[in-house]
């Protein structure tokens, strides 16, 4: 079965310190995987996706195939970085999407 | 930027009441979602709809749920006889071809049933 696994349900750090949030997947096709952010009381929002592979407010993320992962890694956090993070994954043509458990990320002064 | 909009943001009702969400995708988007998700949990698919017609539901959307599409711009969900366990925010959201399976969602109704 597809699965979304998010190991840290809060993150912690500094700002101007480097973030990695953890996600790994299991699925036995090619998926495709989503970075959306939630700020507090506001919708879900499309941070980034695989297939873009582009760099979002500081943000990158890079599908390994090999350890079946799609970390969200920043270099220099900001205290707007503040949210609650999900990586999801959908098989493509609009399927429905697997989400993650979600990781607190709190950047503190 | 157009966005996916939706109400009430907050509704409490009583358990067997019904309940309408309702949500506005956006104009030009074909593929249409609910999602759920119960405090301190997962986002939870629930269905998916496409050519006016459910593509996917999960299992928790039983025969209490069903969705809509009574024109061309809302898309509700109706929960019939709810239940304490329905308590949840529920999330529309919407896509299009072109936009790289990528889906919008709106802020959320956040629904209470005592």
């Known amino acids: 079965a597809q699965r979304v696994t998010q190991p840290e349900k809060l993150l912690s750090v500094f700002k101007g310190a480097p973030v990695e949030l953890k996600c790994n997947y299991s699925?036995?096709?090619?998926?495709?995987l989503f970075w959306y952010v939630q700020y507090s009381r506001q919708r879900l929002q499309l941070l980034l996706r695989?297939?873009s592979r582009e760099s979002i407010k500081g943000f990158t993320a890079d599908l390994n195939k090999g350890e079946t992962s799609f970390h969200l890694k920043k270099p220099f956090a900001q205290e707007e970085d503040s949210a609650m993070y999900y990586c999801?994954?959908?098989?493509?043509?609009?399927?429905?999407?697997?989400f993650g458990s979600g990781t607190k990320l709190n950047v503190k002064p | 930027e157009p966005e996916v909009t939706q109400t009430p943001s907050h509704q409490v009702t009583q358990m067997g009441q019904e309940v309408i969400l309702r949500c506005v995708p956006i104009?030009?988007?074909?593929?249409f979602y609910w999602y759920r998700q119960i405090l301190g949990q997962k986002v939870e698919f629930l269905v998916s709809?496409?050519?006016?017609?459910?593509?996917?539901k999960s299992e928790i959307f039983d025969d209490q749920f069903s969705v809509e599409r009574p024109d061309g711009s809302n898309f509700t969900l109706k929960i019939r006889s709810t239940k304490l366990e329905d308590s949840a925010m529920y999330f529309c959201?919407?896509?299009?071809?072109?936009?790289?399976?990528?889906?919008?969602f709106g802020e959320g109704s956040w629904l209470t049933v005592v």
């Open positions: 959201a919407s896509g299009r071809q072109g936009s790289g399976n990528t889906i919008y």
């Open positions: 699925y036995s096709g090619s998926p495709e």
């Open positions: 695989h297939i």
């Open positions: 999801a994954l959908t098989m493509g043509n609009f399927n429905k999407f697997y």
């Open positions: 104009s030009n988007h074909l593929y």
């Open positions: 709809f496409y050519n006016n017609e459910i593509s996917e």
